[in-house]
């Protein structure tokens, strides 16, 4: 009797962890494709830091080695959303953007986190260059020089202490909002040497992706040589909700211990579970979704065996 399924396990998402499982699954002899529904959260980063091993490789570079290990054991990467996820008998029915759809057994959601991008003039010459949005991924190479920060939101002046671990330096921006800090918090800043300018940001000033200042409205420069924002992040979950998959009060995706999913046979891993954002914990949980999803599949047949 033919399979009724097209793959073993269809992974919804091309990022750290969704390239990490579908390696250690391919290693595993598992039938696996990738969705690729767009470039990671990253993707604008010219280096990636605190990745043990490597040194001087952008997110795009990682990816495409990542995306070629892959390819080279057999895996299938498609180069195409999925829209729509819903269960059947056995497994799962994923349509894509193409109108195509697949029969998958199990199912790892690893759709990530999109940003809020500030509205500021010459972002993209910047963004992931001198402008970031995680200070633990790239404060250590702006330390002890002029930092600006951009928040007005309830996490201001936590975001704004984080960064000023690495400089002394640091001045918060609400861009002509009004920022949701109390008289404590107001004191706080004062106290920690951390200036707070309300004014409206129309650009940022530099060359060659090195930033040099904000330009503010009344025409003043603010000098800094980088600059972090926190603005708001949310979750990739659609497909997660259309499957019934609980969610946690943050609005990620809750799993267990091996990132399974309230619902049986699917899996979530990377910054859309809810752990630290970073590539390098995404990563490591793909690789403990794989393992998982090989441990529920293990009494199949492999798709050979050896000679």
Same mark, same amino acid.
């Given at each position: 009797?033919?399979?009724?399924?097209?793959?073993?396990?269809?992974?919804?998402?091309?990022?750290?962890?969704?390239?990490?499982?579908?390696?250690?699954?391919?290693?595993?002899?598992?039938?696996?494709?990738?969705?690729?529904?767009?470039? @990671?959260?990253?993707?604008?980063? &010219?280096?990636?830091?605190?990745?043990?091993?490597?040194?001087?490789?952008? !997110?795009?570079?990682? #990816?495409?080695?990542?995306?070629?290990?892959?390819?080279?054991? %057999?895996?299938?990467?498609?180069?195409?959303?999925?829209?729509?996820?819903?269960? #059947?008998? %056995?497994?799962?029915?994923?349509?894509?953007?193409?109108?195509?759809? $697949?029969?998958?057994?199990?199912?790892?959601?690893?759709?990530?986190?999109?940003?809020?991008? @500030?509205? &500021? /003039?010459?972002?993209? /010459?910047?963004?992931? =260059?001198?402008?970031?949005?995680? @200070?633990?991924?790239?404060?250590?190479?702006?330390?002890?020089?002029?930092?600006?920060? &951009?928040?007005?939101?309830?996490?201001? =002046?936590?975001?704004?202490?984080?960064?000023?671990? $690495?400089?002394?330096?640091?001045?918060?921006?609400?861009? %002509?909002?009004?920022? /949701?800090?109390?008289?404590?918090?107001?004191?706080?800043?004062?106290?920690?040497? #951390?200036?707070? =300018?309300?004014?409206?940001?129309?650009?940022?000033?530099? =060359?060659?992706?090195?930033?040099?200042?904000?330009?503010?409205?009344?025409?003043?420069?603010?000098?800094?040589?980088?600059?972090?924002?926190?603005?708001?992040?949310?979750?990739?979950?659609?497909?997660?909700?259309?499957?019934?998959?609980?969610?946690?009060?943050?609005?990620?995706?809750?799993?267990?211990?091996?990132?399974?999913?309230?619902?049986?046979?699917?899996?979530? !891993?990377?910054?859309? !579970?809810?752990?630290?954002?970073?590539?390098?914990?995404?990563?490591?949980?793909?690789?403990?979704?794989?393992?998982?999803?090989?441990?529920?599949?293990?009494?199949?047949? @492999?798709?050979?065996?050896?000679?």
């Amino acid at each position: 009797m033919s399979d009724p399924f097209d793959v073993e396990t269809g992974i919804v998402g091309a990022g750290y962890a969704g390239l990490s499982a579908a390696l250690f699954l391919r290693r595993h002899r598992i039938k696996v494709t990738v969705f690729d529904g767009g470039p @990671p959260r990253n993707h604008a980063a &010219i280096q990636v830091h605190g990745y043990l091993g490597l040194r001087s490789t952008s !997110a795009n570079e990682l #990816i495409a080695i990542g995306r070629r290990q892959v390819d080279e054991l %057999g895996g299938r990467l498609e180069g195409c959303r999925i829209e729509r996820a819903e269960t #059947i008998e %056995g497994g799962f029915l994923l349509a894509g953007s193409n109108g195509t759809q $697949w029969r998958v057994r199990r199912l790892l959601l690893a759709t990530g986190v999109r940003d809020q991008l @500030p509205d &500021i /003039e010459r972002l993209d /010459e910047f963004y992931g =260059r001198s402008v970031h949005v995680c @200070p633990h991924c790239d404060g250590y190479e702006w330390r002890d020089r002029p930092i600006a920060v &951009i928040s007005w939101n309830e996490s201001s =002046r936590d975001f704004a202490s984080k960064v000023s671990h $690495w400089s002394r330096q640091v001045t918060l921006l609400t861009d %002509g909002r009004s920022p /949701e800090l109390s008289a404590d918090d107001r004191a706080w800043l004062d106290q920690k040497g #951390i200036a707070m =300018r309300t004014a409206t940001i129309t650009r940022f000033e530099g =060359r060659d992706g090195q930033l040099d200042g904000l330009r503010l409205e009344d025409g003043s420069v603010l000098r800094a040589d980088a600059a972090f924002f926190s603005l708001g992040e949310e979750c990739q979950t659609g497909l997660a909700q259309q499957l019934g998959c609980r969610l946690g009060e943050s609005g990620s995706i809750e799993v267990d211990d091996e990132q399974h999913t309230s619902v049986d046979g699917v899996w979530a !891993a990377g910054d859309v !579970a809810g752990d630290s954002q970073f590539a390098v914990i995404a990563a490591a949980q793909g690789v403990k979704a794989a393992l998982d999803i090989h441990r529920t599949l293990a009494p199949r047949e @492999p798709e050979s065996h050896p000679a």
